[in-house]
C-alpha cells in the first residue's frame, strides 16, 4: 500500500505528530509499504533534507515568502498555492492520504483537493480539538471559530475517517466547535520500543548532564511550552524539596515559546535553581538514557491527547507521574503503570511527595507494570499494523467498519 502523509512540517521539534510519522513509516516499509509526506516546509530547511522519510515541500524558498509569512495572518496560516495543485496531480498516485492535524494550510488546502477526488483520505486530529485550549486561548478561539465554520470542519465532515488515539480524546473532540460532522475511529497509537546498549545510554546522558554520581533525579522531557504544566511542576518540587533533599529535576526539551527563562526565574525565586537541570532537546542515546536513569518521568500536562513520551518512558520500564489531563491516564491507572494526579499546584505537588516517599522497590515493581502496559497497549508495530489494515478496509468499502457517522449541529 502507498500511503501520503500531509503534515504541516517534518520538524522533529513539532513533537508526537510528527513522530508518530516517522515511526511507523519504519514499520510499514519493512512489510513492503511505502510511505512519502507532503508538508508545508520550504525545501531548502534544514529538516526536510535530515527526514528519514521522503518529503515533498510544498513551501517557497522566496526571501519575501519567509519574510511575510511571519507577517500576513493568512500565510502564518501556511497557504502556498503548491500544495493544492501537487495534490490534485498527485493524489491518484497513493492508495489513501492521511492528513495530520487541523489549523493550518495542510489541512484545508488537502480538502481543497481530495474532497472531489477518488483517493480516500482521513484525518488524525492529534488533540487540536481538546476544548482545554478554548478555555486557556479565548482570542485564538474567537479566530479558530471563524475558520472553523468556513473551513476546518469541511476537513472532517468528508473525510473517510477522523483517527482519534485513545476513547477519552474523541469523547472531547465533538465538544469545541459546531458544527461537527465525522466519522470516528479509535486506533491504536504508541512508539517503537527502544534498542540499543543501556549502559551505553546511561553513558551518554550522564556526558551531556552533570549530575552527582548516584543521585536520583525526577525526568520531565517534552516540549517547554505553557500546556506541559511545567510551572506547577517546578513549585510543586519546592514545596517539598527540603523533605527529599537527595532529588534533582532535569527539565529536558525544545522551547518555541520562549518560556525558559522565565521558568528558570521561577526557580531561582523558589530557592531551587541550583537542584535543577536545562539540557534542552535530547535525542538518541542521549534521550533513551536520561529515561533509564530517572527514578521516574513526570508530564504534569493541561492538556495532552495522547503523550508519545509517556509511552516510550513506560517502553523503558519507568515509572510515571501524569495528569488527568493526559488522555490516556485511565488506562495507565487501570494498569497500575503510574500515579495520576490533577493538573493544579495541589495535585502535583502531592503526586511528587509520593513518588519521591515510595521506596525505590516499589517505584521498579511500576515501571514492570508499565513496561507491561506498553507491550499490550501502545507497541508501534502491532499499532501501526492496525491501522494500515483499516486505511485498507477504508480505501475499499468506505463505511467498513465504520461507527455510526457522529453529526452535532
Not at 1 to 6: A, C, E
Not at 34 to 60: M, N
Not at 114 to 133: E, I, S
Request: with cysteine.
Amino acid at each position: 500500500m502507498k500511503i501520503l502523509h500531509v503534515i504541516a512540517s517534518v520538524d522533529p521539534r513539532g513533537g508526537g505528530p510528527i513522530e508518530g510519522v516517522f515511526s511507523s513509516a519504519a514499520v510499514w516499509s519493512r512489510h513492503g509499504h511505502e510511505r512519502h509526506i507532503l508538508s508545508l516546509d520550504s525545501p531548502d530547511a534544514a529538516w526536510v533534507a535530515q527526514s528519514p522519510v521522503h518529503v515533498i515541500a510544498a513551501g517557497s524558498t522566496a526571501g519575501w515568502y519567509k519574510y511575510l509569512r511571519r507577517r500576513v495572518p493568512w500565510l502564518r496560516y501556511g497557504y502556498t498555492p503548491r500544495l493544492t495543485g501537487w495534490l490534485k496531480r498527485h493524489a491518484k498516485d497513493y492508495d489513501a492520504v492521511v492528513i495530520n492535524g487541523l489549523w493550518n494550510y495542510a489541512s484545508y488546502g488537502s480538502w481543497r483537493a481530495l474532497h472531489r477526488l477518488d483517493t480516500p483520505y482521513v484525518v488524525f486530529t492529534h488533540g487540536m480539538l481538546d476544548p482545554w485550549f478554548n478555555t486557556a486561548y479565548p482570542v485564538k478561539t474567537f479566530f479558530k471559530t471563524i475558520f472553523w465554520k468556513l473551513f476546518e470542519h469541511k476537513v472532517l465532515r468528508d473525510a473517510r475517517g477522523v483517527m482519534f488515539t485513545c476513547d477519552e480524546e474523541r469523547q472531547l473532540a465533538p465538544q469545541s466547535f459546531k458544527p461537527y460532522a465525522a466519522q470516528p475511529f479509535v486506533v491504536g497509537y504508541g512508539t517503537r520500543d527502544v534498542a540499543g546498549d543501556p549502559a551505553a545510554q546511561r553513558e551518554a546522558f550522564a556526558a551531556r548532564v552533570a549530575l552527582p554520581a548516584g543521585r536520583p533525579f525526577i525526568l520531565f522531557l517534552s516540549r517547554i511550552h505553557p500546556k506541559k504544566g511545567i510551572d506547577l511542576l517546578i513549585r510543586g518540587f519546592a514545596r517539598h524539596a527540603a523533605a527529599f533533599p537527595a532529588f534533582d529535576l532535569v527539565i529536558a526539551g525544545p522551547d518555541h515559546a520562549g518560556w525558559t527563562a522565565r521558568l528558570q526565574d521561577l526557580a531561582r525565586e523558589l530557592g531551587v535553581g541550583g537542584r535543577i537541570h536545562w539540557p534542552g532537546m535530547l535525542s538518541g542515546d542521549v534521550k533513551w538514557g536520561a529515561f533509564r536513569s530517572a527514578a521516574f518521568f513526570v508530564l504534569p500536562s493541561h492538556q495532552e491527547n495522547f503523550g508519545i513520551v509517556v509511552a516510550e518512558a513506560m517502553a523503558l520500564g519507568r515509572p510515571i507521574l501524569i495528569t488527568n489531563k493526559v488522555n490516556i491516564w485511565r488506562e495507565i491507572e487501570a494498569d497500575g503503570a503510574g500515579l495520576v494526579v490533577n493538573d493544579d499546584l495541589d495535585g502535583v505537588a502531592a503526586g511528587l511527595q509520593a513518588m519521591c516517599a515510595l521506596p525505590e522497590a516499589e517505584r521498579d515493581a511500576m515501571g514492570r507494570r508499565g513496561r507491561a502496559c506498553f507491550m499490550r497497549r501502545y507497541d508501534l508495530e502491532e499499532n501501526a499494523m492496525s491501522l494500515l489494515v483499516l486505511l485498507q478496509r477504508l480505501a475499499r468499502e468506505p463505511e467498513a467498519g465504520a461507527q455510526e457517522r457522529l453529526a452535532i449541529a
